[in-house]
């Protein structure tokens, strides 16, 4: 059965980076859009970055536009993004997700297998 694997969370500055990471587990996700959505606290789950099936485009979240970097390889099912000048506002749980099909997407009834999330915290 296929699972999502998220991992790269921890403690990290203001003005830090740190990079989070998501495998496929138990099977391949193949040239499906994969997603990152947050849940800070207290707030809802909304789509930070997604890149599409084959990586050839990718959203961002305005807030983090210019400063978050996704990328996949898809011959060894990992996704990967690269968070730079971090604040505070960034801190949450980060759950990466599969869409059934290339295209992205923000709305969560899009995607339909989660991983379990990855937590970091953003000091001031």
């Known amino acids: 059965q296929l699972q999502l694997v998220e991992s790269g969370g921890g403690l990290v500055q203001s003005g830090g980076s740190l990079r989070l990471s998501c495998a496929a587990s138990g099977g391949d996700w193949g040239f499906s859009a994969i997603a990152w959505f947050r849940q800070a606290p207290g707030k809802e789950r909304v789509g930070v970055s997604c890149?599409?099936?084959?990586?050839?485009?990718?959203n961002y979240l305005d807030s983090v536009e210019g400063r978050f970097t996704m990328s996949r390889d898809n011959f060894k099912n990992t996704v990967t993004l690269q968070m730079t000048d971090l604040k505070p506002e960034d801190t949450g749980v980060y759950f990466c997700t599969k869409a059934p099909v290339l295209a992205c997407s923000y709305a969560r009834r899009d995607f339909d297998l989660w991983g379990q999330g990855t937590q970091f915290v953003v000091s001031p």
């Open positions: 890149i599409s099936g084959y990586g050839i485009r990718e």
